[in-house]
């Protein structure tokens, strides 16, 4: 096992109240730390998946390992426990989430905008993917306003 | 209306009329002693340090870059500004005396760069009036010394430095 850094297993939970249990039983086997905690937007099927990446530094046995879990959220209302208390690395990737994706993290201990300015993007969520940038491809652009005009 | 703010405004008056022969001189003086500001926001600042080092040496043109707000009078927008960035910038600009220039430095301090349909960008033209723009993703030491020259070409020509100083 050891060497091998590929190696990585995957979980999926429906129900994102289940995510503490979970953690709490993945800390007590050695995963100390949260690599990474981002989230991927499905608008078609109405969900968000919020995705964590866990890995350990004490045990050298899982230490190659990367454990993935995926947590189904409603989109409309996208609401997860914090995992703040069972791994404090997530804190401010929590944050980051909540100001690109939304998600609300409950009994998070300072949840606000870590990145953005919050004056320019309250309410607002850059990384959703219904998120309407207001200077879009110039080059698209041109290449319909060249067709239309080829057509006439 | 109170006596001391029109004896202060006439006495701007005054001023202004007595020094209006003397506006090719503040154009001269101005265009030898730019200090631009380091408003240092991403790569561009490599270039524009390169360009006040030995090899180019864009100070024996009067140029010099300064660390204090108020004891300059030009800003050198170099790189990308985010919305956040943008605020401390018009703070900046609002703390300089008042012939000051300002000069946007690389393609994302023109036109946004490679980030140009972000949602967090912000155009300089947009918030300040820029007097020379330098092209290039970054841009040459070289390019930035040329804009220096070019401010000084303008400031003499146009009379920037008067304009400022004495009307607005």
Redesign the interface.
């Given at each position: 096992m050891s060497g091998d850094s590929q190696v990585k297993a995957e979980l999926f939970i429906e129900n994102p109240a289940e995510l503490p249990s979970v953690a709490q039983t993945l800390k007590e086997k050695g995963y100390d730390h949260v690599i990474s905690l981002s989230a991927v937007d499905y608008p078609k099927s109405n969900e968000i998946h919020l995705v964590v990446h866990v890995s350990s530094y004490t045990k050298k046995d899982i230490e190659p390992k990367i454990f993935e879990i995926r947590v189904k959220l409603n989109r409309d209302n996208p609401r997860v426990p914090s995992l703040v208390k069972i791994w404090p690395s997530a804190e401010f990737q929590e944050r980051e989430a909540y100001e690109m994706f939304g998600i609300v993290f409950e009994n998070h201990p300072d949840l606000r905008n870590i990145l953005l300015d919050p004056e320019e993007f309250s309410g607002v969520h850059p990384l959703r993917k219904d998120y309407i940038v207001q200077v879009e491809d110039i080059m698209l652009k041109l290449k319909e306003e060249v067709k239309s005009g080829g057509n006439k | 209306m109170d006596i001391a703010g029109v004896a202060e405004r006439s006495i701007k008056k005054i001023l202004k009329t007595l020094m209006k022969p003397f506006s090719p001189m503040i154009d001269w003086a101005t265009k030898y002693s730019i200090w631009p500001v380091h408003f240092t926001t991403s790569c561009c600042g490599c270039e524009f340090a390169a360009s006040y080092g030995p090899r180019l040496d864009t100070e024996r043109l009067g140029s010099l870059p300064f660390t204090h707000v108020r004891n300059t009078n030009a800003i050198i927008i170099e790189g990308t500004i985010t919305?956040?960035m943008a605020?401390a910038l018009k703070v900046v600009y609002e703390q300089m005396p008042a012939p000051k220039f300002v000069v946007a430095m690389g393609a994302c301090a023109i036109d946004?760069g490679i980030f140009?349909?972000?949602?967090?960008?912000v155009k300089p033209r947009d918030i300040l009036p820029i007097e020379v723009y330098i092209p290039g993703c970054p841009p040459r030491p070289e390019a930035v010394t040329n804009a220096v020259r070019t401010l000084q070409k303008r400031m003499q020509t146009l009379r920037l430095a008067s304009k400022q100083a004495l009307e607005g």
């Open positions: - | 919305k956040k605020k946004g140009h349909n972000s949602y967090n960008i």
